[in-house]
């Protein structure tokens, strides 16, 4: 084979029918869905996040939770995702329209995160969580985020955003963890993961 | 009686053999004309394999040991991890797989490496780039889409680089001396060419106008896929086509393999992204077309294995004699092994189980470690002696090399690949907890896979730590042969 | 190509006579000076036809790959995600299936309740009350324990003598009757932690929802208002 055009042309061909097939074509076809009303609430399904759950995503992304935990749940009677209640119904491309990035994830190291805001709607349990998740969840291997939080002297009384831990696990006496903003604003993240809109095309 | 295979040497006439003197003189000329440039690619690329390997230690151990090091937020698993990834992807494999791809482009063309000087900007420039992006990720600017975790300040300097080495091979391959193309040549120019294209395409697509919603996971699959069928996996499948033949003195078993098995890769491969999606929240007609993509890979891939494996066959007692040829079968049949593990994988009813496990990161690893990083291995302890005309001080520390990296990554997959298969069976059993300490859990039952593969990581380590050592050492023996008189050397370096 | 019955050696696995199809490349500019004597020449392809068993493999697996992509394709659809459809308004695998109660509420238990309650009920002292024992889960009747779920507690409460000051998380809008049920039903005659008490069915439940429909803007329980209701509700 000693056509060096030709040989061009093949690989430029190649790549370019894949390209076609796996980008353009959905971008055509579902790169511009759009947000709807949801018949049973009145509501718009999706909506953009809060600008403080926005914040949390970021936290989210640079410290690579994706890793752990998927943001997908699959349908029922394939696999379990149902079943162990990660979601009431499987999640589509319109619940991810005000992602960037979307990160579905590709492991489930850790449970599915799509509704965990439905599942745990405590603040201060994912407080607790984050700062070491053994707290709330013995056996746990999900690392601590304790750099998401801050040691400081306990005043008189403690404060009002202090943590209240279980016996056997609180700092040392005088000392009180208060969470910084990223935490908070994780956490407003997290609250805000839910997935349960009756769309249309899960019916 | 039986003759022995035909050997091209036994077909020349002695007339033939006085052109062996120019002949080797040409070869001579272009292996030291990649010296110094493949010197730096390879040096560069051992260093980011040794960080890399530290830094894989460190994610495997915190995934069973969750304390360790926990403090520091630089070095929290979710950051540590594509660290890991993209030292190995980008720091390590890409540059090997460039290096060798130039001296086999140049062996191949029969050209010296012409403006070597732009190769090594473009080493600098890709160091740099890869340098600055990783110690971003650890500052927790990662993009947060897998395979490309590199922060967009850096990507600009691993455009520069790769526009240098896209110009190189167009400059080398019109100035080629050699008219008929090898098969290797084919897979190696292809690389080149769709190596940019992917990364520009996804770069555009997901970070500078990004797309919306999960037209995002389309882009980011159809990308990472790619990275791996139209990038490594030519670069490991040319430089198979090249040592096995090459160390036994053998042809290629048949040309018209070759070719199938070229085009048939070229063809689909690349639609295989979305079996990273199954189950996931994408149009059935996307997932269905890159299963059967998947499916597909089965020609391409027994084509090539049957070609590997059928002119290897009758010279298998050689391996005993070649760590280079140890390293290619290696590689050559993990690689078969692998795809067609991965052809199974892209099934809905075998994803149903293992999609989201750590087999996954199994699979992954025997592609890109039991596959390129060991036809890497090979190559380099083919070229290296051959560009500084030294010897490998050490046979026994390359074959502590060879079985460290051999077993080690055995030890990986088996136990990895057994317990994410159960890990999946727990996790699709609504009765079987997600996570309690006292009882069979998914989290639970996979600590011991997990701290096996911590272990195997440790002999990989020591594998990668032989190699580094050979490495230093036949530098330092090359530096003394330069101190000796002209006359007593091998032919001059240009 | 002939079909001549050749004995195949490992050297010759075609089985043609030796040298009889390798063919060397058409101008034989082979390469025969190795910067390393001991290397041997470049590499050259061998020219032999290909086998038309792999041939006939490719045409079969190009037969499904046809078949399977128009089978499983969900007739193309942007919003077809179930690939057992031929198209818009097909086949759903949608089937919920039947369970028994307790299993239902055991599987339910770990990824709700579980979080704080514990994977063995006990809770976490000072943070999140038991139900192991507690004299809220194994009351004669489900009234009290139903409006938890349902629209969570709060506040000072004292469960098995300890005392708890917390806020739960409720579950009206994030569980159905039958879940509910199910995990109430779990709890309540959980055998491990030596439960006996009564199950509870997902009309009990629905009858509470309907009856606390406007609980939700008044915030969760508080033990007080808990205690002011009876242990069994009298059916409606």
Known sequence: MNYGPLLFLGFFLTVASSWCGLVLLPQIQFGRQQAVKIEETGEIYPQARSGLAEQGRQIYRANGCLYCHTQQVRAQNYGADIARNWGQRRTVSRDYLYDHPVMLGTMRTGPDLTNIGLRQSDTSWHLLHLYNPRITSPGSIMPPFRFLFAKRKAGERPSPDALKFPSGFAPASGYEIVPNAEARTLVQYLLSLKANAPLPETK | MNAPAPSILNALSPSDIEDVAERRAVLAEIDASCRNTLLLLFGASLTWLLLGTVFALIASWKMHAPEFLADISWLTFGRVRPFHLNAMVFGFSTQAGIGVTLWLMCRLCRTPLLYGWIVDLAGLFWNLGVAVGLVGILAGHSTGLEWLEIPPYATPLLFVSYALIGMWGILTFRFRRERHLYVSQWYLLASLFWFPGIYSAAQILLIMQPVRGTVQAAVNWWFAHNVLGLWFTPIGLASIYYFIPKVIGKPVYNYSLSVLGFWSLALFYNWNGMHHLVGGPMPAWLITVSIVASVMMTIPVVTVGLNHHLTMWGNFKKLKDSPVLRFMVFGGMSYTVTSLHGVLLALRSVSEVTHFTHSTIAHAHQGMYAFFTMVMFGAMYYIIPRLLKVEWPSAHVIRVHFWCAAIGIMFYLVPLTLGGVLQGLAMNNPDVPFLDPHKYSVVTMTLPYLRMRSYSGFLLAIGHTAFAINFIWILARWVKTLRLPQLATPAPSL | ?236
């Open chain 3, 1 to 236: 190509m002939s079909s001549a019955i050749n004995r195949s050696t490992p050297d010759n696995p075609a089985g043609k006579p030796a040298g009889a199809d390798v063919s060397l490349p058409p101008d034989g500019v082979v390469d025969l000076a190795p910067a390393d004597p001991r290397e041997h020449i470049e590499p050259v392809e061998a020219h032999r036809p290909i086998s038309i068993w792999l041939v006939t493999f490719l045409g079969v697996l190009l037969f499904w790959a046809g078949w399977y992509v128009q089978r499983y394709s969900g007739g193309y659809e942007a919003l077809v995600y179930d690939e057992q459809a031929m198209g818009l308004g097909g086949a759903k695998s949608n089937a919920v299936p039947v369970i028994d109660p307790y299993v239902l509420g055991k599987r339910l238990y770990g990824d709700t309740c579980a979080k704080c309650h514990q994977p063995d009920g006990l809770g976490l002292p000072g943070q999140y009350p038991p139900l192991a024992g507690s004299e809220w889960v194994l009351a004669s009747g489900p009234a009290r324990m139903i409006r938890i779920v349902l629209d969570a507690a709060q506040g000072p409460i004292k469960v098995k003598g300890m005392e708890f000051n917390n806020v739960m998380t409720p579950w009206r809008d994030t569980l159905t009757d039958r879940q509910i049920a199910a995990l109430i039903t779990f709890v309540r005659t959980q055998k491990e932690w030596g439960h006996n008490a009564t199950p509870v069915t997902p009309e009990e439940v629905a009858a509470i929802r309907q009856k606390t429909k406007n609980r939700t803007a008044m915030g969760p329980w508080t033990v007080n208002e808990l205690l002011a209701l009876p242990e069994n509700e009298s059916s409606p």
